[in-house]
């Protein structure tokens, strides 16, 4: 096959991305995997390159959930992907660490995406050249019938004529090649939607502060650890210092000056995933994130920039802001409707069904913005996270909010179905704008 044909097969398979060869694909991907986004993380490498080779080897077609699951996470052909999103999650995960590579990479010079609601790979030049305009007009393209060649040299009358109708064609083609890029271009009504609730926080932004809930968690000294091993024998990994649970027998104890606050040092796994997604949002926007525990926030930071929380029963800040908010936190496992006490949204024992709240709210001090996700529970407030930076959930809840609900404060409450401790599915139950 020659090299032409070869590209051509490439444009056919890869929609239309005539520019970018095979080759360069597979550069570009090298690089990607070697990169801090990706080289940390073995299962995102795993999943991004073999959705590109499955996609350069013309198998886009295939690239279906349930096939990839059986693939990579060798789970069995006919598994249920709604109570096992092994792969929606790794996918997006994917799309977040490649936003922040290309937020840093300046002249990478071919694209690699996995653009939303599909798992194909998509390959564009990043300077893709603006197509240009024929030099001439072909006569069959002509939009008035051909006519017999003149027996006579053409007046300077008919030679006008037919070079404005050249050029007003020209002007046709230039309108039509602008509307198919408006139309590439222009926001979905999703899109919008997402733009309005978050600019806030997004407009005129170049930092924003977030406040992680800090856990209050006690963990055991080494010299505690070289205590309780004088007389229990250690594994080959607790001899190259691996920390573990330590098994007490009954009526066994530990020395409490062995037992040390770990103040500002750990995150819960649902506060990770919504600040991951979170950071994806900024990444694409190229705004900075201040990244603090709340015990580090004060009433002064939150003065200086757009602040967003994340964590409810860790996080006292957003237990202050919503404490006079219609929707607020009450005990462990409840919300409360405090226009109407006798609502109440309770999480069950296991947390396997449970609740959040999510909350955009004008700061009174400054008219800055604090936006909180906060849940009974981590995978609550992983849920949040993940319904707040939707733009298809966003969208779906602001088409019930009142007119102008762009410049007002909004209040959401959120119902979650938690999966292996990982939330599968997340319904609006009540929402309130002021």
């Given at each position: 096959?020659?090299?032409?044909?070869?590209?051509?097969?490439?444009?056919?398979?890869?929609?239309?991305?005539?520019?970018?060869?095979?080759a360069e694909v597979r550069k570009t991907l090298s690089t990607i995997l070697q990169s801090p986004p990706f080289r940390a993380s073995l299962q995102t490498q795993k999943v991004l390159k073999f959705l590109v080779l499955e996609t350069l080897a013309g198998r886009g077609d295939t690239l279906k959930e349930r096939n990839i699951g059986a693939s990579l996470f060798e789970r069995p052909p006919d598994y249920d992907t709604n109570s096992d999103p092994i792969v929606r999650l790794r996918v997006a995960e994917?799309?977040?660490?490649?936003a922040l590579y290309y937020q840093g990479a300046r002249n990478e010079t071919v694209l690699i995406n996995i653009p939303s609601g599909s798992f194909r790979a998509v390959f564009e030049s990043s300077c893709q050249p603006v197509p240009a305009l024929p030099a001439e007009i072909p006569r069959e393209a002509s939009p008035t019938p051909a006519l017999a060649e003149p027996l006579i040299a053409p007046t300077r009358s008919s030679s006008a004529t037919s070079a404005r109708r050249q050029w007003w064609l020209l002007a046709a083609v230039a309108a039509a090649v602008l509307a198919i890029a408006l139309l590439r271009y222009m926001p979905s009504p999703e899109e919008r939607a997402f733009e309005k609730f978050w600019s806030p926080i997004l407009t005129n932004s170049n930092t924003v502060l977030i406040g992680v809930g800090s856990n209050p968690l006690y963990e055991l000294s080494n010299a505690g650890e070289d205590e309780y091993y004088k007389n229990h024998p250690k594994t080959r990994f607790e001899e190259m210092g691996l920390h573990s649970y330590v098994p007490l027998a009954p009526g066994e104890e530990i020395d409490r000056k062995?037992?040390?606050?770990?103040?500002?040092?750990?995150?819960?796994?649902?506060?990770v995933g919504a600040l991951s997604d979170i950071e994806y949002v900024l990444a694409q926007r190229h705004i900075k994130l201040d990244l603090r525990f709340v015990n580090d926030v004060t009433y002064g930071d939150l003065r200086?920039?757009?602040?967003?929380?994340?964590?409810?029963?860790?996080?006292i800040w957003t237990l202050t802001t919503t404490e006079n908010l219609r929707y607020g936190f009450q005990g462990h496992s409840s919300i409360v409707d405090r226009f109407a006490p006798q609502k109440q949204w309770t999480a069950n024992a296991d947390r396997s069904e449970t609740y959040a709240i999510v909350a955009r709210v004008l700061n009174p001090w400054n008219g800055k913005v604090v936006m909180l996700m906060g849940g009974v529970g981590y995978a609550g407030t992983r849920g949040a996270g993940d319904f707040i930076t939707n733009p298809q959930s966003v969208a779906k809840v602001a088409a019930t909010l009142p007119k102008g609900w762009e410049s007002k404060n909004i209040e959401i409450v959120l119902h979650t179905t938690v999966k292996n401790q990982v939330p599968i599915a997340t319904d609006v139950v009540a929402s309130y704008a002021w």
């Open positions: 096959m020659s090299q032409t044909a070869k590209r051509k097969e490439f444009s056919e398979t890869h929609d239309g991305s005539s520019s970018v060869t095979p994917v799309r977040k660490r490649l062995y037992l040390n606050p770990a103040v500002n040092t750990y995150l819960t796994i649902g506060d200086q920039n757009p602040t967003i929380l994340i964590g409810a029963h860790n996080n």
